[in-house]
Nanobody, 128 residues
Framework: VQLQASGGGLVQAGGSLRVSCAAS????????MGWFRQAPGKEREFVAA????????FYADSVKGRFPISRDNAKNTLYLQMNGLKPEDTAVYYC??????????????????????WGQGTLVTVSS
């Protein structure tokens, strides 16, 4: 599976931006896709995840209500719509996919270890 993230850029605080992640290769085995982010000098952290077939979603508390995650199964593309951006949202945003059978606990997918493939990241910078 190959993942290509795009859509990052510079935006003012309070603005919106949508990042995308195009998947190719053996995508039929995808169970969950997620977004993570890594700010300078910090650990990579979970942002949001979506069950690829069911469409159910799960969010980190820091972005809940601001960053809806969605997917287009026909296009094999994952999206993260970022609204109400804050300077602390500045980070490189990574998409990732898990090809393991869904284990029944959505909270578990906040763990990077459950993801098998990662995109290269796209930088989002929020100015104050």
């Amino acid at each position: 599976v190959q993942l290509q993230a795009s859509g990052g850029g510079l935006v003012q605080a309070g603005g919106s931006l949508r990042v995308s992640c195009a998947a190719s290769g053996r995508t039929f085995s995808t169970s969950v896709m997620g977004w993570f982010r890594q700010a300078p000098g910090k650990e990579r952290e979970f942002v949001a995840a979506i069950r690829w077939n069911a469409g159910s979603t799960f969010y980190a508390d820091s972005v809940k209500g601001r960053f809806p995650i969605s997917r287009d199964n026909a296009k094999n593309t994952l999206y993260l719509q970022m609204n109400g951006l804050k300077p602390e949202d500045t980070a490189v945003y990574y998409c990732a996919t898990s090809t393991r059978p869904y284990g029944g606990s959505f909270q578990a997918y906040s763990n990077r270890g459950l993801y098998d493939y990662w995109g290269q990241g796209t930088l989002v910078t929020v100015s104050s």
